[in-house]
């Protein structure tokens, strides 16, 4: 049951994937969002690609130190010949880090046009990465929820 505070809460959004929330007799804040989208499953756990560039596959692997520190591994595949489109390390595991790999495998490949398949990592559903991929001429591709099989070469890698 919703109290008379909370039917006086108000959520709004700007273009700059910020939302403003407003509370009666509270400061207004202002949280920065990634607004996140899900594809379907394009790919359907089919692992074989006739051509280079026809199929990539994606994921960030995470490391660990002996001294507890982490180390994360964000890497694109091509389902062909199974080679290293790009990679990027890094000490964190951010939206940045999965944008410089694409970033990178773009530089590389820059007419490639495959089929983009992921999970649904924060990174993958964000209205930015979406965009990045409209931008390149792929279509995107994201295993079902919760079954990491159905990226499978990706998360044996």
């Known amino acids: ?16 994937n910020q939302v403003e ?7 207004t804040k202002l949280h920065k969002i990634y607004a996140r989208t899900a594809a379907e499953n394009l790919l359907y756990r089919n692992f074989v690609a006739e051509n280079l560039n026809e199929k990539w596959l994606t994921d960030v692997t995470e490391f660990k130190y ?31 880090l999965a944008f410089a790999t694409f970033d990178t495998a773009i530089q590389k490949y820059p007419d490639a ?9 924060y990174q993958y559903t964000s209205k930015v ?13 994201m295993s079902r929820a919760d079954c990491c099989i159905d990226n499978g070469p990706m998360e044996a890698f």
């Not at 929330?21 to 400061?27: A, E, G, L």
């Open 66 to 96: 002996e001294n507890g520190d982490k180390m994360y591994l964000s890497a694109i595949l091509d389902l062909k010949d199974k080679s290293v489109i790009s990679y990027v390390i890094g000490h964190r595991n951010d939206n940045q």
């Open 129 to 141: 990465f979406r965009a990045k991929l409209d931008v390149a001429g792929m279509t995107q591709s």
């Open 21 to 27: 929330i407003s509370h009666p007799q509270r400061k």
């Open 1 to 16: 049951m919703r109290t008379a505070l909370q039917s006086k809460t108000h959520i709004q959004s700007n273009e700059n």
């Open 113 to 121: 046009k495959p089929l983009f398949h992921s999970d649904h990592g």
